[in-house]
């Protein structure tokens, strides 16, 4: 698209990229920041509403001159001859105020989709690079939701600017001027009802904007009650609680009827300022053009101006105070969202930071210190090395670490002391984006877009060819039931996978992850919510996977790791027991009562 090119095009794209750690944090700024890409369009809408607004306010000031013309004395037969200057004139301004509106209106039309497309696009971006940490403190509606309601809210404070604000500024300033020109009392008159009007119409906006919030909010509070009763209907038919979700309802409806009353109540309040100032100005206008006129001050042209102005104002001036709200509202949400998305993130690459290729695999956790914020330490100065090709099981109580262990060795937290080593790098040296690439996850629940089969496996290396793709389904087990779906590859998994069995789900994460092939392979508890049949099919494919990569297997039954090369029993953070399955049975310790435990569970429920 030749928009890309043109000098009209945003500034970051034609650079290439943007920069998504470092956004404004302050509303104005922000908004600032995005004027800035498409600058171009901005000052051509501001010129041609200015240009506009000239025509418009020169209109009564030719029906002035109009006027004059007719009453000294036009005889009617030569009138068009005789008029032919000024109503030329008048047809031009007509025309002229419709072009540029119309023109400005376009260019608007233009640039309205593609600044809500590049914020939408920047803070996704953003988004995207907040840490693990960040990402599971919020809930990802209310992520998404801001997302949109800032690129929303920049939208709407920009075209209340570009078309209310500064438009009637604009109006005012110059209905001043001409008025001066007929006369300084008129002009005064005018200029001090501006002033007046502006300044209490804002005040009056900014009180009513915490009772209009109140009311939104009472409003999204009992659209809430709603879903989650219509979402819980068959808990009320079960409980035959109809009467009691009837007035349990009918609380928060009276709470947003209250809050209406409040809020729409003093809107009105305002109206009524509003148009009893109007009638201030037409009156007042209208009045000292008249003594001015009788005591032969002002000519009719001046006095058809000045009355004709004042209607010209009223009409313009009329929602003053609901654009004020709006533009409360909307730079609110912006101030709202960027407080909420735009915080420092916290993991970030190196400005050094080196592309990590694994050429052997080998971890190791060294003098480790690390704690989730203020609670006391998971760790403290823990020591692993595992070997490159090495598979390890991570056993233990829950709560004991091993999760933690896995985090910090994806960098999704960052250690407090010590360091995390990948082929003797340390982590933090790396992209994350190179660090993530040459490990492969595979975690209890593993997420899967909403997205196809197909789509979700391909995920795993987007330019696998479709064979590839065919080929991992085979290695991962999924081709059977995969063929058995209705739409074969192209099935749709549903939010989050919820189609799909907890085995299907899984063995689509094994092909996803097979097709990565990434030299270290890690497992949290990857098999545990299956039964152990399927546990023991999907075992039998990922030892298959496991052959020359370094594998961190977190795993609750111990038969999953039991034929592993080595085992590290976790408690509180620390190894206590580090050794092959049958060097730890004759260990005697923590790791031979869990097995002999669960061993007695198996034979116990085989007999049942
Ligand atoms: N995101 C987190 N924020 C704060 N504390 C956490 C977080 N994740 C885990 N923890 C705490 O860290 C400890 C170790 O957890 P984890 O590594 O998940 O244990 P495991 O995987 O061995 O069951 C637990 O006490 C847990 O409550
Ligand atoms: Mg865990």
Sequence with gaps: MSLFFSPFAPRDRRQGSW???????????????????FKG??????????????????????????????????????????????LSLFAALLVFEVLFTRAAAGCHI?????????????????LQKHSHRFISNEFAGALAHRVSEVAMGVNQTLSILLFDLIPLLVTLSLATVLLWTASPLLALFMFGWSVLFIVVCYLLARRSHPLAQEYSAARSTSSGKVVDAVSNLANIRLFARHAFEHSYLGGYLDKEVQAAYRSLGYMEKIRWFQTGCGVVLKLGLLLVALYLWRSHRIDIAAFVMSTSLSLLIISDVGNLSRRFLEFFEATGNISNGVRTLIRPHEVIDRPKAVTLKVKRGDIEFRDVGFSYGSAPGIFERLNIVIPAGQTVGLVGTSGSGKSTLLNLLLRLYDVQSGQVLVDGVDVREVTQHSLHQQIGLIPQEPG???????????????DATLEEV?????????????????????????????KLSGGQRQRIAIARVLLKNAPILVMD??????????????QDKLDEIMASKTVLVVAHRLSTVAHLDRILVFDNGRVIEDGSHDQLLRLRGQYYR???????????????
């Design 19 to 37: 920069n998504v750690h470092h956004l404004p944090q302050t509303s104005a700024a922000f908004v600032r920041y995005f004027v800035g890409n």
């Design 41 to 86: 369009w901005y000052v051509a809408i501001l010129l041609l509403q200015i240009a506009a607004v000239i025509c418009t306010i020169l209109i009564p000031w030719g029906l002035g001159q109009i006027t004059r013309t007719v009453s000294n004395g036009l005889d009617a037969e030569h009138a068009f001859e005789v008029l032919k200057v000024p």
């Design 110 to 126: 233009h640039v309205l989709p593609l600044q809500r497309r590049t914020v939408t696009h920047v803070l996704f971006a953003y």
């Design 448 to 462: 899967l877009f909403h997205r196809s089969i197909r789509e979700n496996i391909h995920y795993g290396r987007l």
């Design 470 to 498: 065919a080929e991992a389904i085979h290695r991962a087990g999924a081709s059977e039931f995969i063929d058995s779906m209705e739409h074969g590859y192209e099935s749709l998994v549903g939010e989050r996978g919820v």
């Design 525 to 538: 508890e990857a098999t545990s919510s299956l039964d152990s049949i399927t546990e023991r099919f999907i």
């Design 594 to 608: 869990l097995w002999n435990r669960q061993s007695a569970e198996v034979v116990e429920s085989a007999q049942v």
